[in-house]
């Protein structure tokens, strides 16, 4: 249950290292500060800094159902699911859809599984493209020769404020539920099941929430630490760039000079044929080469 719902860094993770990283977590939680700068830093080497906070949701699906840590991989996953149309969703009628319907027509056989999505993907397409056309409700087809009452219309077409509402109402159902509204969105604390307003229903909650912010808190000053890192590697870079183009400089200027010393004597042996330079010193000839 917990290991489909968790972040892919995790399911990508092998058997073996999400256990040494499980183990790690639980490691920390002996500890006063299980969320320290020191602790955070060990993590590094199973995610980014910014995903931190997964791996700690993570931690909290495995200390509810061991499964998320020791179940498949997520390409054994991939192996196993069926590979869907690009664009699928965004097609009226796929042709992956309405092929096999119009193969067993041409056969005079009824394929009602292949009838059967292809309308169930027809009627949701329809339903997902109407949501913002609040100047005409969603009504079954005038073909069907239906009646439909005030009270049915308004459940085909829920506003979002009735989505939201409805959606907050089921996560407040349960033993111990209080009504007390989130003011912040409470995602990362059942195991990154949730990414949407949540009620708070437990002390756990709140202590979750707490170490939650503890985390962040460190991740913020590490990131600091890291920002102040570049910005002093980037301030030597740049020193040591100015330092070479100087250095450069100052070697054309150089240069210049010894060749406008130079080129009256040059253009005196050049002029006097290929004889008289072959007949001179290695240094005299080098100068010609580098200078003339």
Same mark, same amino acid.
Request: a negative charge.
């Given at each position: 249950?917990?290991? %489909?719902?968790?972040?892919?860094?995790? +399911?990508?993770?092998?058997?073996?290292?999400?256990?040494?990283?499980?183990?790690?977590?639980?490691?920390?939680?002996?500890?006063?500060?299980?969320?320290?700068?020191? *602790?955070?830093?060990?993590?590094?080497?199973?995610?980014?800094? !910014?995903?931190?906070? @997964?791996?700690?949701?993570?931690?909290?699906?495995?200390? @509810? &159902?061991?499964?998320?840590?020791?179940?498949?991989?997520? !390409?054994?996953?991939?192996?196993?699911?069926?590979?869907?149309?690009?664009?699928?969703?965004?097609?009226? @009628?796929? $042709?992956?859809?309405?092929?096999?319907?119009?193969?067993? +027509?041409?056969?005079?056989?009824?394929?009602?599984?292949?009838?059967?999505?292809?309308?169930?993907?027809?009627?949701?397409?329809?339903?997902?493209?109407?949501?913002?056309?609040? #100047?005409?409700?969603?009504?079954?087809?005038?073909?069907?020769?239906?009646?439909?009452?005030?009270?049915? =219309?308004?459940?085909?077409?829920?506003?979002?404020?009735?989505?939201?509402?409805?959606?907050?109402?089921?996560? #407040?159902?349960?033993?111990?539920?209080?009504?007390?509204?989130?003011? +912040?969105?409470?995602?990362?604390?059942?195991? *990154?099941? =949730?990414?949407?307003?949540?009620?708070?229903?437990?002390? &756990?909650?709140? !202590?979750?929430?707490?170490?939650?912010?503890?985390?962040? =808190?460190?991740?913020?000053?590490?990131?600091?630490?890291?920002?102040?890192?570049? /910005?002093? %590697?980037? /301030?030597?870079?740049?020193?040591? $760039? $100015?330092? %070479?183009? @100087?250095?450069?400089?100052?070697?054309?200027?150089?240069?210049?000079? %010894?060749?406008?010393?130079?080129?009256?004597?040059?253009?005196?042996?050049?002029?006097?044929?290929? &004889?008289?330079?072959?007949?001179?010193?290695?240094?005299?000839?080098? $100068?010609?080469?580098?200078?003339?």
């Amino acid at each position: 249950m917990y290991f %489909k719902s968790t972040p892919i860094l995790w +399911r990508r993770l092998s058997i073996e290292v999400r256990q040494e990283c499980f183990a790690l977590i639980d490691g920390f939680h002996c500890g006063l500060e299980p969320w320290g700068h020191g *602790n955070v830093l060990q993590l590094l080497k199973y995610a980014s800094l !910014e995903n931190i906070p @997964k791996l700690r949701a993570c931690y909290l699906a495995g200390k @509810k &159902d061991y499964a998320a840590v020791v179940q498949g991989t997520a !390409e054994e996953e991939d192996d196993a699911a069926p590979i869907p149309e690009p664009f699928i969703w965004a097609t009226y @009628k796929p $042709e992956s859809l309405t092929w096999p319907v119009k193969l067993a +027509r041409e056969s005079s056989i009824r394929n009602l599984n292949a009838e059967q999505q292809l309308f169930t993907h027809v009627t949701n397409f329809v339903a997902r493209n109407h949501w913002d056309k609040s #100047s005409t409700d969603l009504l079954p087809s005038p073909f069907l020769d239906i009646e439909v009452s005030q009270v049915q =219309s308004a459940l085909l077409n829920p506003s979002m404020k009735d989505v939201i509402l409805g959606k907050l109402i089921h996560e #407040s159902m349960g033993e111990g539920a209080k009504t007390k509204v989130s003011a +912040r969105r409470l995602d990362m604390i059942n195991g *990154n099941v =949730s990414s949407f307003s949540r009620f708070l229903n437990s002390a &756990d909650q709140l !202590e979750s929430i707490k170490s939650m912010y503890e985390l962040n =808190s460190v991740i913020a000053t590490i990131t600091a630490e890291q920002d102040g890192e570049k /910005a002093e %590697k980037a /301030a030597a870079k740049k020193i040591m $760039e $100015e330092e %070479k183009e @100087k250095k450069k400089t100052l070697e054309v200027q150089q240069f210049m000079a %010894k060749k406008l010393e130079l080129m009256p004597v040059l253009t005196e042996n050049v002029a006097k044929g290929l &004889d008289y330079v072959c007949g001179l010193t290695n240094p005299q000839m080098k $100068e010609i080469l580098i200078y003339f």
